[in-house]
């Protein structure tokens, strides 16, 4: 089993910067992809960006696509989620996610992208754009 702390959350005003970590501890960080999600007030949980275990394949959310990189870290167990030229619409709570074994043509055809694939969740960290 795996624990996830997000941090980094915050206030950022429209076309600023914000860099979300996610700590993992319990077992070795290179055995889970890794991802974050968020949530919106009234609206459900949608995907934002994923990385595989190694780091070589990444995925991101059509929303945040050339704005946001995510990141990892495996000596460190941290994934990253660097966020550049935010907008309002960006105002969520982020979360991070983690899952173990999986088959690979779940993941990569489309699996890492659905919460569904992941077991582990962290307990989220606010990010709040203004405009």
């Known amino acids: 089993q795996v624990q996830l702390v997000e941090s980094g959350g915050g206030l950022a005003q429209a076309g600023g910067s914000l860099r979300l970590s996610c700590a993992a501890s319990?077992?070795?960080?290179?055995?889970?992809?890794m991802a974050w999600f968020r949530q919106a007030p009234g609206k459900e949980r949608e995907f934002a960006a994923a990385?595989?275990?190694?780091?070589?394949?990444?995925y991101y959310a059509d929303s945040v696509k050339g704005r946001f990189t995510i990141s990892r870290d495996n000596a460190k167990n941290t994934v990253y989620l660097q966020m550049n030229s935010l907008n309002p619409e960006d105002t969520a709570v982020y979360y991070c996610?983690?899952?173990?074994?999986?088959?690979?043509?779940?993941?990569?055809?489309?699996?890492?992208?659905?919460?569904?694939?992941?077991?582990?969740w962290g307990q989220g960290t606010q990010v709040t754009v203004s405009s």
């Open positions: 996610a983690a899952v173990g074994a999986v088959a690979p043509g779940r993941y990569y055809s489309g699996g890492a992208r659905v919460s569904e694939t992941y077991d582990y």
């Open positions: 319990g077992r070795t960080f290179s055995d889970y992809a």
């Open positions: 990385i595989s275990w190694g780091g070589a394949s990444t």
